[in-house]
């Protein structure tokens, strides 16, 4: 499957802290379900995007579409891509995989659940159960060696589960030293971070962009441009 060239809209997810919702909503235990709808409602708005953006009339592919998330944005597109919530007695629920999505950009998503999920986590937020033997799309991860996260049990490597255990096309970018916000990408006009590191932000910005790029040589450029540095910033292993 080839991968896009268009990366679509930020969207405005109902927790967002622009929104201020109540700890107590009701709507709360399904949130995580409402993120994904709000990305499928971005990509059934492409033509009124497209028309209300002036000069990007005419310029976007729609069946060239890209998904990317960093966290719980990361956890929200890859059920674009074909991940599931395993229930409670480790049963795949419904396939939210969307055919118009072509490839995925997948910055520090959470790993598996259950007994890797520390007690807060699984108190919290019983939908970090995925199952990613279904995320077939193609995709580029992104993961900090450093990212050390209250949510699982282990270590770092938490965050490479959806490249380990995933079928098909999919490319993982490790940052060395980075932790969960990669180097500085909290969040839209967000400056905290623990690791602020422009350079870690240039790298993967780079790198993503290039991979959304299929046939273009930027990709393996920048590929094989990390192995020969005398202090690598990461490190590209593909499957």
């Given amino acids: ?14 927790d967002s802290r622009t929104l201020a919702l109540a700890a107590d909503d009701p709507r709360t235990p399904l949130i995580w379900r409402i993120r994904v709808e709000d990305l499928r409602r971005a990509i ?7 028309a209300a ?23 929200s597109a890859s059920m674009l891509l074909g991940a599931r919530v395993l229930d409670a007695d480790g049963v795949p629920g419904e396939d939210l ?12 998503l959470t790993g598996l659940g259950g007994a890797d999920l520390s007690p807060f986590a699984a108190g919290h937020f019983p939908f970090m159960n995925p199952s990613f033997d279904g995320m077939t799309t ?12 209250a949510l ?11 490249y380990t255990l995933s079928p098909g096309d999919k490319s993982l970018l490790t ?7 990669l180097g500085g990408i909290a969040g839209h006009r967000v400056a905290e971070t623990t ?6 932000v240039a790298l993967f910005q780079r790198l993503t962009t290039a991979y959304l790029h299929p046939g273009d040589p930027a990709w393996p450029a920048a590929r094989t441009a990390l192995d020969p540095a005398p202090h690598p910033l990461g490190r590209i292993q593909s499957k």
């Fill in 138 to 149: 193609p995709a580029l991860l992104v993961a900090g060696d450093k990212d050390q996260s």
């Fill in 152 to 162: 699982t049990v282990r270590g770092p490597d938490w965050f490479t589960d959806g």
């Fill in 97 to 108: 995989s969307d055919p118009r999505v072509g490839a995925g950009v997948l910055l520090a």
């Fill in 175 to 181: 940052l060395y030293g980075a932790e969960h916000s």
């Fill in 1 to 14: 499957m080839g991968r896009p060239r268009l990366r679509g809209p930020a969207t405005t997810h109902l």
């Fill in 53 to 75: 953006v002036p000069g990007l009339a005419g310029r976007v592919d729609h069946g060239r579409v890209a998904v990317a998330g960093h966290s719980w944005g990361a956890q």
């Fill in 44 to 50: 059934d708005g492409l033509d009124l995007l497209e």
């Fill in 195 to 200: 690791d602020e590191s422009p350079e870690h």
